[in-house]
């Protein structure tokens, strides 16, 4: 199966700059079969991005997602306070779909 | 609006089994396939299962073939798992979910059901 492996583990940031989150996988990606995911405590997982750039509904602009093969990218601009969560990637090209361990984004 | 509500989680020892239940509304059921994650506390996301849309064809993940048991009843809208030889591994919130675009990433969930498996 492939594994994804997110870095960095946490990051602190203040409201209004940006975060870059990275996620690379342990072989290539089918197509762009990569999505993001962000949970809040006691929360289920929300969709972010699939398709590594496309944004799922109702989805802010400030977020945004890039890479293919082995790479991906998202980034969160403007950071607001609400962007306090952890987030995950996950890919789908492959079976079994497996997700990343995480990156959790404290705002400060 | 779709909404997809687990329900028959709890407490149970190991070796013993368990039936998870998710409730649909809001979306025509019968049209997509259905999956199970789980997540075990303070950890990451596990894809668990599949079901296709009419019953036909399952999937598993490597960890609980032979052991769970994913199953809909369509008239129902409803999907179950059936978690047997439960082990303390298997202690998560388990979530029901699917893709609106019938694809294995997901963009609506349900609000998850804890198992906890001790003695």
């Known amino acids: 199966e492939i594994v994804l492996t997110q870095s960095p583990g946490t990051l602190s940031l203040s409201p209004g700059e940006r975060a870059t989150l990275s996620c690379r996988a342990s072989q290539s990606l089918s197509s762009t079969f990569l999505a993001w995911y962000q949970q809040k405590p006691g929360q289920a997982p929300r969709l972010l991005i699939y398709?590594?750039?496309s944004r799922a509904t109702g989805i802010p602009d400030r977020f945004s997602g890039s890479g293919s093969g082995t790479d991906f990218t998202l980034t969160i601009r403007r950071l607001e306070p609400e962007d306090s969560a952890v987030y995950f990637c996950?890919?789908?090209?492959?079976?079994?779909?497996?997700f990343g361990q995480g990156t959790k984004v404290e705002i400060k | 609006q779709v909404q997809l509500v687990e329900s028959g989680g709890g407490v149970v020892q190991p070796g013993r089994s368990l039936r998870l239940s998710c409730a649909a509304s809001g979306f025509t059921f019968s049209s997509y396939g259905m999956h199970w994650l789980r997540q075990a506390p303070g950890k990451g996301l596990e894809w668990v299962a599949v079901?296709?849309?009419?019953?036909?064809?399952?999937d598993y993940t490597d960890s609980v073939k032979g052991r769970f048991t994913i199953s809909r009843d369509n008239s129902k809208s409803t999907l179950f798992l059936q978690v047997n030889s439960l082990r303390e591994e298997d202690t998560a919130i388990y979530y029901c979910?699917?893709?609106?675009?019938?694809?294995?990433?997901?963009?609506?969930w349900g609000q998850g059901v804890l198992v906890t498996v001790s003695s």
């Open positions: 079901i296709s849309y009419d019953g036909s064809g399952t």
């Open positions: 398709g590594a750039s």
């Open positions: 996950q890919q789908y090209g492959s079976s079994p779909p497996t």
């Open positions: 979910a699917f893709c609106r675009r019938n694809n294995y990433y997901f963009d609506c």
